[in-house]
T-cell receptor, first 113, second 115 residues
Framework: SQKIEQNSEALNIQEGKTATLTCNYTNYSPAYLQWYRQDPGRGPVFLLL?????KEKRKERLKVTFDTTLKQSLFHITASQPADSATYLC????????????FGGGTRLMVKP | EAQVTQNPRYLITVTGKKLTVTCSQN?????MSWYRQDPGLGLRQIYY???????DKGDVPEGYKVSRKEKRNFPLILESPSPNQTSLYFC??????????????FGSGTRLTVV
């Protein structure tokens, strides 16, 4: 069956360090992979989309990699700040149009000052 | 400002009493979707709509109905709510572009409790 795995344990890092979150998947061949940020009780907020033919994408302090051979995406936040503390969700599409998404369970990131 | 508006934000109701959660978007997006989020289960898609008068089931459609009579509105209807429908609900639109403005835009959520 299709599965998306994100580390369910919280990731605690010190302010200024780089946070790296992992998204692994099985039995998918997604055309797109997306990352979202969610704060408690709020709707997820879109961060980045990466296509299957892209190895890496950057946006300000964020970087996403997409390895379709390993079936893995890494999400990096450089120079992390306490305001980056949130849950980060990865999502894969299963219709190659980017809109039929299945979400991972998310990883909670805590950045300590 | 581009946004997805859900109402109500919080709702407590009794088993069997029909309710509607409204969703409206001002981005002229064709694709809209409803998700529910539960602890340990993550976000699960209930229904989606590719365009006006075009709706289809997601992963957990049982007990829900939707309609898409106009592009901007996509209400979620619970004909006979049950306690297992207690959850946090999100409406969302989707846009796929070539620039940075892609992905889902989610509403603020509706926290529903069925007693």
């Amino acid at each position: 069956s299709q599965k998306i795995e994100q580390n369910s344990e919280a990731l605690n890092i010190q302010e200024g360090k780089t946070a790296t979150l992992t998204c692994n998947y099985t039995n998918y061949s997604p055309a797109y992979l997306q990352w979202y940020r969610q704060d408690p009780g709020r709707g997820p907020v879109f961060l980045l989309l990466i296509r299957e033919n892209e190895k890496e994408k950057r946006k300000e302090r964020l970087k996403v990699t997409f390895d379709t051979t390993l079936k893995q995406s890494l999400f990096h936040i450089t120079a992390s700040q306490p305001a980056d503390s949130a849950t980060y969700l990865c999502a894969l599409d299963h219709n190659n149009a980017g809109n039929m998404l299945t979400f991972g369970g998310g990883t909670r990131l805590m950045v300590k000052p | 400002e581009a946004q997805v508006t859900q109402n109500p934000r919080y709702l407590i109701t009794v088993t069997g009493k029909k309710l509607t959660v409204t969703c409206s978007q001002n981005m002229n997006h064709e694709y809209m979707s409803w998700y529910r989020q539960d602890p340990g289960l993550g976000l699960r898609q209930i229904y989606y709509s590719m365009n006006v008068e075009a709706t289809d089931k997601g992963d957990v459609p049982e007990g829900y109905k939707v309609s898409r009579k106009e592009k901007r509105n996509f209400p979620l209807i619970l004909e006979s709510p049950s306690p297992n429908q207690t959850s946090l609900y999100f409406c969302a639109t989707f846009y796929l572009g070539t620039k940075s403005k892609s992905g889902y835009t989610f509403g603020s959520g509706t926290r529903l409790t069925v007693v």
